[in-house]
Structure formats: structure tokens, C-alpha cells
């Protein structure tokens, strides 16, 4: 009767020991697949390249304008619509109007954001494998796989906590990651933006997943941390506010 029963489901991601309690196999096994896949629709080696790097700019920067995202490519203003107007066409990529904190002359430029397609283009391929093997668990087993999730985050991330720079040094493995994560100075504290999440849609219908992670962010940054948005809820990023005490430069 002590022998353990093993069983892999959902790419090698759970494994139930004598107990039943499942336990996770690998923190980045879940959603890791290859790099971003380039839709069969692009006609051209030259154009494929280009909307790829768009769509790999809108993961990184989360929803932005065509301006900046032509910036960042070189490309004048109708020929970055030009392979807006080809993503928008193919679903990967949706348009929404900014939140405007301050009342401006003038219709605000509107923003490009990846759709569900999008993202599910990055490495997010085992989403509805891994939603089914979580639907086979009670409550109580979701609850401790999402706990040992959060627990080997830590293990994973361990070095984070001897960084002079905290936040920064998350980010960075974060990104190691596929998460696309970065900071920004906000008021009396750091935010930390995740522009990708491998398992968003498994963490939409499961929010333990999302709820062990802010914990065990917290965890690390050794101060309490607080999830403001979610890509699992439908933000276009995952958002974490990190106080620090003191406004940074």
C-alpha cells in the first residue's frame, strides 16, 4: 500500500503520489512550448517576419499605440497599420480605447492589444490539456497543487531574495520564464508588469494559481505585495504593486 501510483496528465505537469495529493512536476512545465508560432496566413517571408515582431512587441509592451509600436520598428504610419489591419483581420490582435485619468482635447489614440489568439500563440499550447486534468481534482488537491506551484516559485527564485534590487532581479527571472516581466516606479513603491502569462487561461477558470503566485511573490520580496490586474481576468497585464516606502527617481 505505500507504493507511490504515478500518473502524468497535461504535458508531464501533475503527479499523484500514494496520497492522491497531486504534486507539481516542474513550476515552468505548464504552458512551455516553443517560441511564438507565425500564423500560416502571412504571405511573404519579409511581411511574416515583421508581424511577428509585432506581435512579440505587444507581448513585451502590452497594449500600445500604432506611433509607438512604429517606433519601435522603423516603420512609418501606414505601414505599421498596414500590418496592424492584417493581425486585426486574423484575430490575433483587437483594438480598445486607452482609460483616460485626465480629460484631453481630442480623441485619444487607440490602442492595439493581443486577443486570447494572440497570446495562445506564445507558449500557452497545453492550456486546455491542463484545464482538463485540474477539472479531475477536488477542490482541496487544486488548492495544494497551486500551493506547490507557489512553493517551487520560491525554490526557482530563491537568488531574488539576495538581490540589492528585488523587484528588478523578479523581473528578470520572471522573463527567463516567458512571463515578459518588467518594472516601473509607481508613487511610494515598484510596479511589476507581467506582459504574458503561460497559463491564462487555465488560471482564469483556476484564480488559486494566480492567488499562490502573488503570495509567494510576496513571499520573496519579503513585503506584502498586491495583485491589481490580471491577463487570467481579462487586463491586458498582469499587475503587481510592490511598496517599497520611498519614491524612486
Not at 490539456?129 to 517551487?152: I, K, N
Not at 511573490?217 to 520611498?246: E, M, N, S
Request: some cysteine; hydrophobic content about 40%; aromatic content about 4%.
Amino acid at each position: 500500500m505505500g507504493q507511490s501510483v504515478g500518473r502524468r496528465t497535461a504535458a508531464g505537469l501533475l503527479r499523484w503520489e500514494g496520497s492522491q495529493t497531486p504534486r507539481v512536476a516542474s513550476f515552468a512545465d505548464i504552458g512551455h512550448t516553443d517560441v511564438m508560432k507565425s500564423s500560416g496566413t502571412l504571405r511573404g517571408a519579409e511581411q511574416t517576419g515583421t508581424r511577428e515582431r509585432v506581435l512579440s512587441l505587444l507581448l513585451d509592451l502590452g497594449p500600445s499605440t500604432a506611433t509607438t509600436l512604429g517606433e519601435r520598428l522603423g516603420l512609418g504610419p501606414a505601414g505599421v497599420r498596414r500590418h496592424l489591419d492584417a493581425l486585426l483581420a486574423e484575430g490575433t490582435v483587437t483594438t480598445r480605447e486607452p482609460r483616460r485619468r485626465t480629460v484631453t482635447r481630442g480623441r485619444p489614440a487607440r490602442l492595439y492589444a493581443l486577443t486570447d489568439a494572440g497570446h495562445a500563440a506564445g507558449p500557452s499550447a497545453y492550456d486546455a490539456l491542463a484545464v482538463s486534468a485540474l477539472r479531475f481534482m477536488s477542490t482541496e488537491q487544486v488548492d495544494a497543487f497551486a500551493a506547490a506551484r507557489g512553493a517551487d516559485l520560491e525554490r526557482r527564485y530563491a537568488s531574488v531574495a539576495l538581490a540589492d534590487d528585488r523587484p528588478a532581479a523578479l523581473a528578470e527571472a520572471l522573463s527567463a520564464d516567458g512571463y515578459a516581466a518588467s518594472t516601473t516606479a509607481q508613487g511610494l513603491g515598484v510596479q511589476l508588469c507581467q506582459h504574458h502569462c503561460p497559463v491564462q487561461h487555465v488560471a482564469a477558470e483556476f484564480p488559486q494559481l494566480c492567488d499562490a503566485e502573488t503570495a509567494a511573490l510576496g513571499r520573496l520580496l519579503d513585503v506584502h505585495v498586491q495583485r491589481l490586474a490580471t491577463i487570467a481576468h481579462g487586463d491586458g497585464v498582469c499587475t503587481t504593486h510592490i511598496p517599497t516606502g520611498k519614491a524612486r527617481p
